[in-house]
């Protein structure tokens, strides 16, 4: 037999066998372009609405005469304010002075989308574990509320932010122990540094 006869039955069958698991070079990329075509995620407006809060701050505070602080007091320390990873957190770390003497931790806030809350969580140094806060706007007031247990005790906690007219931020904090009435516990004022 004749190669050269035998050639193109060759070709031919190195076309019928191998040309169908050869992969088309313009389907991949076109469903490559598909996907790169995909629109990041990005943070909703909840997230902008916090800006307020990012920076430098140095604090004072002023602690109600409560069964938690039956003396009252003072405190003040300072408050580091950050974007989080792509915009859809912040984080903030605390340090300070407080009646119950230093004070550290570190807090992420986040919005939850699909309870249409913001989530906060605090992380700090006098406590286990971490504190769970549900956020709301009440007009221009930024309200979280936690549930607790301290020491055996049940604990609700209200925090309201208020972003003032020359900048600075006004926190109030109240108490309920097991189901009882909010009671005034602690006001901070917060006022940003220039760096």
């Known amino acids: 037999m004749n190669s050269f006869a035998a050639l193109p039955r060759i070709v031919a069958a190195a076309i019928v066998f191998l040309w169908p698991a050869t992969p088309s070079q313009p389907q ?14 990005t943070p909703g ?15 004072v505070s002023i602690y109600d005469k409560t069964s938690f602080y039956p003396n009252g007091g003072k405190g003040s320390g300072t408050y580091i ?22 004070e550290s931790g570190h807090e992420v806030t986040t919005w939850d989308s699909q309870e249409h809350v913001y989530k906060s969580y605090v992380f700090g140094n006098n406590f286990p574990g971490c504190i769970v806060r549900t ?3 009440d007009g221009t007031t930024l309200i979280f509320d936690a549930d607790f247990v301290l020491g055996g005790t049940k604990l609700h906690l209200q925090s309201s932010t208020v972003e003032n007219s020359d900048g600075s931020v006004t926190i109030a904090e109240k108490f309920g ?11 901070l004022k917060a006022t940003r540094e220039k760096i």
């Open 177 to 187: 122990v097991d189901g009882g009435e909010l009671k005034p516990t602690l006001t």
């Open 45 to 59: 407006p909840e997230m902008d609405q916090l800006k307020f809060l990012r920076g430098y701050w140095r604090y």
């Open 28 to 41: 991949e990329k076109t469903a490559n372009s598909a996907v790169q075509k995909e629109p990041a995620p």
């Open 81 to 102: 304010t950050t974007e989080g990873p792509g915009g859809f957190s912040q984080i903030a770390e605390f340090s300070g002075i407080s009646p119950d003497g230093r």
């Open 135 to 137: 956020g709301h706007w």
